[in-house]
């Protein structure tokens, strides 16, 4: 069963929101949720060994195409899948009141 | 359901490799919510994978003259035994930068990885406020104090009224082919680190 299924993830038991309980396997994540979960997270796209290519090209062109210089590491089946986006949380100061 | 509340081995001395104090004068800060963790399918206590949520960073505290410190220690409850955690750290600095980031770790939540001076061991590179974050609950400067030199002296904790439910958790990524070692947890993290 596991053989058929299009979107494998790494081994071990992810997060795919930070903070969450670690649950997602690959015993128990269909390709439906998969698919689900990446379009509202994009940057599990790196838990994966497998994506189908229609999924990476979605997955791509929901991020931009801004190069990372780690990028070179990865393998590439990971780079091209890996988002791009910018942090919008690099700065997490920037909400602080300014008088405190 | 796995046994949890019975002990399975015991622990004999060796002198191969003797356990060693300290930890290494860095420590590996990052925002709760920026990292997503991927732990070992059996043993929760092994992180095995470190994902950044976009191109969200860690970002690297440097020390010197083995100042930085970690603790663990069991708070017995009613309903489990806890873990309070607690990084002590200092900055040799008082700069804005250096103040802002002091701020914005008193607001949110973070998570800070050490590396044990004792490398032998599987728990060598250690990850603490996996599940409820830490917060800084001291940043003390004064300005006259010969110890720092006048820097900053910084200790992270648990939020108020939370613990962790697990003890410290050994960080063990594996490079992209083979088993992990300390060497390619070290590699995975740094090529998480902010420029």
Request: aromatic share 8%; charged share 20%.
């Amino acid at each position: 069963m596991t053989t058929l299924k299009k979107y494998i993830l790494k081994p071990g038991k992810h997060q795919f929101a930070p903070g969450s309980h670690a649950t997602h396997h690959n015993d128990n994540l269909t390709d439906a949720e998969a698919q689900w979960y990446l379009e509202r997270y994009p940057h599990i796209a790196t838990l994966f060994e497998t994506i189908p290519e229609s999924e990476i090209e979605s997955v791509e062109s929901q991020t931009e195409s801004v190069k990372s210089t780690k990028e070179s590491e990865e393998s590439s089946e990971i780079k091209s899948v890996r988002p791009q986006q910018k942090s919008v949380k690099s700065q997490p100061h920037e909400d602080l009141p300014a008088t405190n | 359901m796995s046994i949890y509340n019975k002990i399975n081995a015991g622990f004999t001395l060796g002198t191969a490799e003797p356990v060693t104090a300290g930890i290494e004068d860095v420590i590996y800060i990052f925002n709760q919510d920026d990292i997503t963790l991927t732990f070992d399918t059996t043993n929760p206590l092994i992180v095995t994978g470190l994902t950044a949520v976009s191109a969200a960073k860690i970002y690297k505290f440097n020390g010197t003259n083995n100042s930085f410190n970690t603790v663990s220690k069991l708070a017995k409850t009613s309903v489990a035994p806890r873990y309070t955690e607690e990084i002590d750290f200092n900055v040799a600095g008082l700069s804005v930068d250096i103040k802002t980031q002091l701020q914005a770790m008193g607001y949110g939540r973070v998570c800070a990885i050490a590396i044990n001076n004792y490398n032998s061991s599987d728990s060598a590179v250690e990850l603490f406020g996996a599940v409820n974050g830490l917060i800084l609950t001291d940043a003390e400067r004064s300005a006259a104090d010969e110890t720092v030199d006048g820097g900053y002296k910084l200790k992270l904790t648990n939020p108020d009224k939370l613990r962790e439910p697990y003890p410290p958790r050994a960080v063990s990524i594996a490079p992209v082919s083979g088993t992990a070692t300390y060497a390619s947890t070290i590699a995975a993290i740094e090529a998480l680190v902010a420029a």
